[in-house]
Each structure stands twice: as C-alpha cells, then as structure tokens.
C-alpha cells in the first residue's frame, strides 16, 4: 500500500487541484474560444462553460456578451456557484451593443448575468450598453435572486435601459438578496421602477451597502405596471413607478449609502406620475408582518434631482406597523426638484397617524439649500422641501445642528413675496408618543398646522419663540439669499473637489454657523453628532458646526481673543463640584437630551455630586453677557 500511495500522493499534486481557484483571460480582439484561456492564449467571450467553481475571468478588452449568463445552482448554462469577473486593463468592458448600435435603438434579447443561490463578484470593469424595451424584465444587466449576493468594486454600470415594457425593475440591477458596492458607477440607466437599481424583499431580507459611489443621470423612464390579458381586465403587477436612481420595496432591510454622489437623477413616467426623484422607499408593514428597516446617507451630496410626481429627493412610502429609522448625517442636499405636489426634497406623508409605528427620523448636520420654488426661475406647485405629517405610535424625530435655506425672496411690486418652506409639518392627533429633539437648526420657514392637543411638539419648536430660543433655534426667513450666506459664513454653490463628493463650503469663521451646533447628543446609546464633516476633516472649535462641513481656516485675531476671554470649567471629568475660572451670572446644566438638570445664578462653582454619570452641557452666561457652552463628563 505504501507503494502505491506515494505515487498516487505525488500524482495528485501535480495534476491542477479539484478545488483549486482558475484564473482565465478574454480578449474580444485577439482571443479564440478553443485556446485555453491563459494570458497569453486568451479565450474570445467569457466561455461560462468552461468555468471552474471559484474561478476569476480578466477582461483585457471589449468582451460582447449575449445570451445571458447564469451563476448558481439550478442554472442551465453554468454549474458555478461563485465567480469574479475583473478587468485587466482600463478599456476591459462587457457590452451588449456598441456605441452607433446602442445610439441608434437597437435592442438586446437578454440581460448579463442571472445570480440565483450564487455570487458574483465584479471588479475594475464596465458594463455598458444594453437596451431592453420589451417583455417582463427584472434587471437590466444583472438579476440577483434572495439567497445570491453581488458584490461591485471600481466597477461603472453606463447605458443599461428597460422601458416600454412590463415588470420593469432596475435598469442596471434589481436585487432580492445582498448588494455591496464600493467605488461604482452607475450613470445613463432607465427603468420604470429604480432607474439604476431595484433593492426589492421577496424571501429573504434586503441588504444594500453603497460606499464611495455615484449615481448620475438616471431616470425612472416609462412603462407599463399592470400585464394587460384581454381588453375588459387588467392584472396589477409591480405598482408605483419612481426612484430615478433607487426603487427600495421591502419589510426588513439594510441600506446604507457613505460618501456617495447622486446628481441629477430623474423620475420621470409620465403615465404613473413617477415619485422620488433620485430614491423611491417603501417600508412595508401590516399587523401579520411589520416592517424592520433601517436606512442611513451618511457623508452623501444630492443634487438637482427632479420628479414629476412627488419628493425631488426621497419620496417615503410609510408602513403602518413596525419599526423604521431613517438617518440622515452629514449630507448636502442642493436643487432638488418636483412638478407635483409634495415636497422638492423628502416626503413621508401619511393621511392617518399610524399609532403601530416606532423607530426614528434622525436630520443631524445636513446643509440644505434651495429646493423649493423659484430657483433658477423654475417655477413649481408646492412650496415645501420636507413635508412629514400625521405622526403616531413611539416614532422619535431628531432635528439638530443643520443649515436649511429653501426660501426665496422675490423683490418687486408693492412688498417682497417669499416662497417656500423648509419643513412642512401637519399634526392631527395626541397619539404620538415619540420624542422630538430640535435644537440648533437655522431655518428659513416652517409651516402646517399645529394642534394644542400634542403639548409641545414638533411644530413648537419652531413657532414659539421661547422655546425656539431655548434650544438655539434660529429663523432667517424673509430675507435675501445674500444676507443668510452673510450672516452664517456660506458658499451659495457647490465646491466640486478633485476626490470624494461635492459640498457646501462655510468660508468664514465669524459667520453664525462656526461653532453654533451641539456638541455631543447620546440618542439610544449613539452618539449622533459626527466628529468629522462630510469630507472626512475633524472637528475644530469648541463645538460642531452648523451643516455638513467644518470650518477649520487660520483663527483670526478677534476669534483669537474669544478664546484667550472665555470662561473655562474646571475639573473635566468631573466628580464632586465643577469650577469657573471667574464669577459668573448664570450656570446651566443640560443632559445630551436637552433636559435642564440644575441651574444657578452668580457663582463660581457648581456641586454635581448627585448628577449621574454620564455627558453633560454646561450653558455659561457671564458678567458681559457672553454665553458660553462646553461639554462635561461626570
């Protein structure tokens, strides 16, 4: 037997391992597909068959692709499970019709690639090209199925169009399972339901992470919901149209979007009034199935998107049971559109409370500017850039340290007119029992309706005057566009910088929104306020800045001496009492939640020893007047 096992041993490992991961080259322009795939011998198209479990396929040019591919088990074309596609020089690309074919209408009989129970992997590629306009499609270029994942990377998605037809979701992609995009591309894609991707819950949970992308030029395009079977009935197959770039269907699902660009994306079906000019959300929830779903934009510019319908930006399809939180953190929203009437910006209306309803609406840092009426000269029907009404059940609204500027002031005839809102806001009932923290905001306008009933809720915040104080609240309405960039230290346009997404730059560090935001606030064991702006820069000062960006310019001499004069507090951490360097005229102690915990006046000390641990504001006023305000660690 030993005999026998060392050549057979030997045998083995020269011979190519069972489980080993092949690597195969393609060349659309010097391959063959009888050649064995090497770098040298490159095959001519992708040559799924003779794929190996695991494998890699480099692209090395323009590789055509038609019929489509399937990965995973229950394929006909291919037994592989797992696969990575990955270009091997810049101009690599899988295309389904060239550039005068694709110009020129041509159509495309299949999608790319079919992912069931499978996963593919794509990276340092584009995939171009593809015109479908008829039959039920779902996934322009790429079908992942429940249980697949698709993971992208340097990856650019250009010219996958489905329209005209029936079912149509995701122009490049629609995904039932698992999606994890890094550095991607997605730009000129139409479909009538997600113009670049449908994330839609059939089986299983949805899943989307979306980091360092851009989403550009996409469009809910036109289409058909229903599949017509005889002239006297129509069966309803796939609802809304909308999201120009994202069409978001499900209960339970996880959806981030970090650092990425979306720019001018559409949702423009005109038969269907398409909503959500660049995301269309759905957050199912009944009594048998309540929702579970948790949504964030961090450190993300939107920008001059545009609906016909409803909602320029994100149009929220609220569910009436379940739990939804909806984080929006270090963003910049600019020129973001709609024709109809709901809100150029985010809407999450709801025509009855919806008492079954818990989770968050967290607007922390964001700079907001101009999505209303009568910029550009463009003229529209509502006058509102958020509109959320009707709020029930244990559902929290966090609004702190963000810069909204949707007004506009039109000078001329007898009195200046102003139009638009920041937030538009309709309260009906006492059934919400959620938390409201607004503080810090500077806004041009907030309207609705407010009805005594809820106590002091959200529209309270803004329309009374004490309370708005109290909490740093601060209205700049009915005035020019010039004076609010004055009076808080702003750009009015973009700054488009050579890597990472375009902001709204504050360019003087005298202006209100230097230091004007909070510096810490703890919401359900998370800290909220981001310790760096949406270009990644730390926070500089004594506090965060109002907004999305962070000023962090050369001190200048009158910054200076408010440095060299401001009352400091002393020990920090602190146990037992909390000194001031001087006297002064009034000490206030906030928990992160706002709530007052003790007050004096004329001292220079304070005793905390039966405060709790935890983080603690201390609001100072001194002899002169100044109001200073630091955070503390008991």
């Known amino acids: 037997m030993k005999k026998l096992f060392y050549p057979l041993a030997l045998a083995l490992c020269l011979q190519p391992s069972l489980w080993a991961q092949d690597t195969f080259y393609v060349s659309g322009m010097n391959g063959s597909d009888e050649n064995p795939g090497t770098e040298e011998s490159p095959w001519y198209s992708l040559n799924a068959e003779k794929w190996t479990e695991g494998c890699t396929v480099v692209v090395l040019d323009e590789v055509y692709l038609d019929p489509v591919i399937g990965i995973g088990e229950g394929q006909e074309e291919v037994k592989v499970k797992e696969v990575t596609i990955k270009g091997g020089a810049p101009e690599a690309a899988i295309i389904g019709l060239n550039d005068e074919e694709f110009e020129s209408g041509e159509l495309n009989t299949s999608s790319f690639f079919d992912v069931k129970r499978g996963k593919l992997t794509l990276q340092n590629i584009t995939l171009k090209n593809l015109r ?10 790429i079908f992942v199925d429940a249980y697949s994942e698709l993971h992208t990377e340097n990856v650019i998605f250009k010219n996958s169009v489905s329209e005209q037809g029936i079912n149509l979701r995701g122009g490049a992609i629609c995904c039932e399972g698992k999606i994890y995009a890094k550095n991607t591309t997605f730009d000129g894609c139409k479909a009538f339901q997600g113009g670049a991707i449908c994330l839609r819950e059939t089986e299983q949970p949805i899943v989307g992470h979306f980091e360092n992308c851009v989403f550009s ?31 978001i269907d499900g209960y339970e699902m996880d959806i981030k979007f970090d650092k990425c660009y979306f720019e001018s994306n559409k949702a423009l079906n005109t038969a269907r009034n ?43 399809a609220r569910p009436d049971q379940g739990e939804i939180n909806l984080k929006f953190i270090n963003n910049v929203l600019y020129k973001n559109r709609t024709a109809g009437p709901q809100a150029n910006l985010i809407t999450g209306q709801k025509s009855a409370p919806t008492p079954g309803v818990s989770g968050s609406f967290v607007f922390v840092n964001n700079t907001s500017m101009l999505n209303n009426t009568y910029v550009d000269g463009v003229e529209q029907v509502d006058q509102n850039a958020v509109n959320m009404s009707d709020f029930g059940g244990d559902f929290d609204m966090i609004l702190v340290n963000n810069i909204m500027l949707e007004t506009v002031r039109i000078d001329g005839g007898e009195k200046p007119v102003t139009y638009s809102w920041g937030w538009s806001v309709r309260e009906k009932d006492a059934r919400c029992t959620g938390e409201y923290i607004i503080k810090n905001n500077v806004y041009d ?6 009805d005594a009933t809820w106590g002091e809720g959200f529209l309270w915040n803004f329309l009374d005057e004490a309370t708005a104080t109290a909490n740093r609240n601060k209205s700049v309405r009915d005035k020019t566009l010039e004076q609010k960039y004055l009076q808080l230290g702003i750009g009015g346009d973009l700054t488009v910088p050579a890597e990472g997404v375009p902001y709204i730059a504050i360019s003087d560090g005298e202006g209100y929104a230097v230091d004007g ?8 064991g998370e800290e909220l306020i981001p310790q760096t702006d949406i270009r990644g820069v730390a926070k500089t000062g004594y506090s965060r800045d109002l907004g999305a960006f962070e000023f962090n310019g050369e001190a200048s001499s009158i910054s200076l001496e408010k440095v060299l004069s401001q009352v400091r507090v002393y020990p920090n951490p602190v146990a037992d009492v909390l000194y001031f ?25 304070v005793n ?6 935890g983080i603690y504001v201390v609001k100072i006023e001194t002899k002169d007047g100044i109001i200073y305000s630091e955070k503390i660690q008991k």
């Open 132 to 141: 479908r306009e008829e039959g039920n499609t779902a996934g322009g270029m």
């Open 217 to 247: 030029n996409n469009e809910s395009a036109d289409g058909d919901g229903y599949r017509h079977l005889d002239a006297s009935r129509l069966d309803f197959i796939c609802g809304c149209a909308g999201g120009g770039a994202f069409y």
């Open 274 to 316: 398409a909503t959500g000019g660049a995301v269309w959300l759905r957050s199912n929830g009944t009594a048998d199935i309540p929702c579970a779903t948790n949504v964030s934009f961090t450190h993300c510019t939107v920008a001059n998107s545009y609906s016909l319908g409803a909602s320029g930006f994100l149009h929220w």
């Open 445 to 450: 306008g907030v309207g609705g309706s407010y």
């Open 517 to 524: 935001g909070v510096e810490s606030l703890i919401y359900d």
């Open 581 to 605: 360097t001087e006297e002064v005229a009034s000490a206030e102690i906030y928990t992160t939640f706002g709530a007052c915990v003790s007050a004096v006046s004329n001292v220079k000390s």
């Open 608 to 613: 905390v020893q039966n405060l709790a641990k």
